[in-house]
């Protein structure tokens, strides 16, 4: 055991070492493209007049050689983006008594080749942040929940960190802002101590201010599990005031003539909003729809072209070149469409542009429960979509409502993707519902799901395998049609 650790800190001394040889060598490279240095060729006319013992004088420059500069603070950003996943996330606590530590620490992460190593720690009481590894020693007394911990090292470096926990939509949100932050060159006479960043570092808050408890009961952990995701953006210190005697972040760009650029606006497209102007001032219409819903007394009437439903939509294209009477007459009628849904389908074909599709949502909201009226019209533009194949339109209204699944919308929408072959959003709604069984089961929308909703829940509950669950989907609703 002792020899491991002798092998352990000569590794360490070797590393930092490398790590040491690297940015000089990155160093060197860069003074020897001339991009950084005391002595650069923006500065040669300087020295050619030292030299020769005559006064530094400005060149003039005439209105038609103009001359400019360019000092350059981020040519050497590295981005990078981390993910941790943390399971069994209510265990976490009795495996790291037993192990007697306070805390758990991710794998190494590299935000460039042959740079600084990260590691990720997360404290569940957001306390001690330690990790107990020779590379990585914060400053005495660091605590937090989840800190991003950079490797001990001589050399400084310019740090940005924003924080992200995923929630059950499978989006991340950012938890604090983004901080900048930095972190200067360590003499080499010093210790070393790691960069610690972190959304509650020193104040000890818990993850959205939530203790640990609290984090496990929240829509934060899914499964037993949570994850988080960092985004960084690094510049390194490629020098040391001790050896070299100075630092240059900067890259100082070669004097160059700027012409003058010709100063036209080229205007924004506009064939959308033209197409849409058309189509709501019924200019060159052809085509009359008539949408009547259930439950209301008169119809909506839209004038539209024939030529653009055509080209939009398959359904619309045989309608309109078959014999059916609707080519005739010139007039089609819809009776199982919402007409707010029928209309947000038209902006689409004429704009195909998902913002007028919102603005159209929205534009008639109702006082009362703003969430159920946006599940309740994207229900509408997915049937509509699914029944005139606008495939676009389709999967868009799929994902929004991916977004939506919760214990009081996941039973409507298991069925409602069976119904409209929204693969996805089934697939996330029966992982929502496993997740959620003891909550799910006791609602009275739960007990009323379909045959059909209830054979998918179940085979997936038993772990069947996508390709037998379609198979025996198929085989059940081919023997019901039978019968």
Not at 70 to 98: I, K
Not at 175 to 189: K, L, V, Y
Not at 350 to 366: H, I, N, P
Request: glycine residues 6%.
């Amino acid at each position: 055991q002792r020899l491991r650790r002798e092998l352990e800190a000569a590794a360490q001394i070797a590393r930092t070492g490398r790590l040491n040889v690297m940015q000089r060598r990155g160093r060197i490279e860069l003074v020897n493209n001339d991009e950084v240095g005391p002595y650069l060729p923006a500065d040669m006319q300087y020295f050619c007049n030292w030299l020769s013992d005559n006064r530094v004088r400005t060149p003039k420059t005439s209105p038609d050689d103009a001359r400019f500069s360019v000092r350059a603070f981020d040519h050497n950003v590295a981005e990078a983006e981390f993910t941790w996943n943390l399971r069994g996330l209510s265990w976490l606590v009795h495996a790291l008594h037993h192990e007697g530590r306070d805390n758990t620490v991710s794998h190494t992460y590299e935000a460039r080749s042959g740079g600084g190593d990260y590691v990720l720690v997360f404290n569940p009481r957001a306390g001690n942040l330690d990790p107990d590894d020779e590379r990585f020693s914060p400053p005495a007394g660091a605590s937090g929940s989840l800190v991003l911990m950079r490797e001990a090292g001589h050399y400084g470096v310019s740090l940005e960190a924003s924080f992200f926990v995923k929630s059950p939509s499978g989006d991340f949100v950012q938890w604090g802002e983004t901080r900048r932050e930095a972190f200067p060159n360590i003499s080499f006479d010093e210790v070393p101590q790691s960069l610690v960043v972190g959304p509650d570092l020193g104040a000890e808050t818990g993850i959205f201010g939530l203790a640990f408890e609290e984090l496990l009961q929240s829509q934060w952990v899914q499964d037993d599990a949570i994850e988080f995701r960092v985004k960084i953006k690094e510049v390194e210190v490629l020098h040391h005031e001790q050896q070299e005697g100075w630092i240059e972040m900067s890259r100082l760009g070669r004097k160059r003539h700027r012409e003058e650029q010709p100063a036209v606006e080229v205007p924004p497209p506009s064939l959308g909003t033209s197409l849409l102007a058309m189509m709501t001032a019924g200019t060159y219409s052809d085509l009359t729809i008539e949408v009547l819903h259930s439950g209301q007394e008169s119809a909506h009437t839209f004038t539209v072209h024939t030529n653009i439903l055509s080209l939009r939509s398959e359904v619309f294209r045989a309608t309109l070149s078959s014999g059916m009477s609707e080519a005739a007459t010139r007039t089609i009628k819809v009776n199982d469409v919402h007409p707010i849904a029928f209309k947000a389908m038209l902006h689409f074909l004429y704009s195909d542009e998902f913002e007028q599709v919102e603005k159209v949502l929205s534009d008639d909201d109702q006082p009362g429960q703003p969430s159920t009226q946006r599940m309740a019209r994207l229900q509408a533009v997915l049937a509509a979509a699914h029944k005139y194949q606008v495939l676009r339109l389709l999967r868009w209204s799929e994902q929004q409502l991916c977004k939506l699944i919760g214990i009081e919308t996941a039973c409507s929408l298991l069925g409602l993707s069976l119904l409209y072959e929204a693969s996805e959003l089934e697939k996330y709604t029966l992982k929502f519902m496993k997740s959620n069984m003891p909550k799910l089961v006791t609602r009275p929308d739960f007990a009323s799901m379909s045959p059909e909703s209830m054979l998918q829940l179940n085979m997936h509950l038993a772990g069947v395998p996508c390709d037998d669950k379609n198979r025996i989907s198929r085989s059940v609703k081919r023997k019901r049609q039978e019968a």
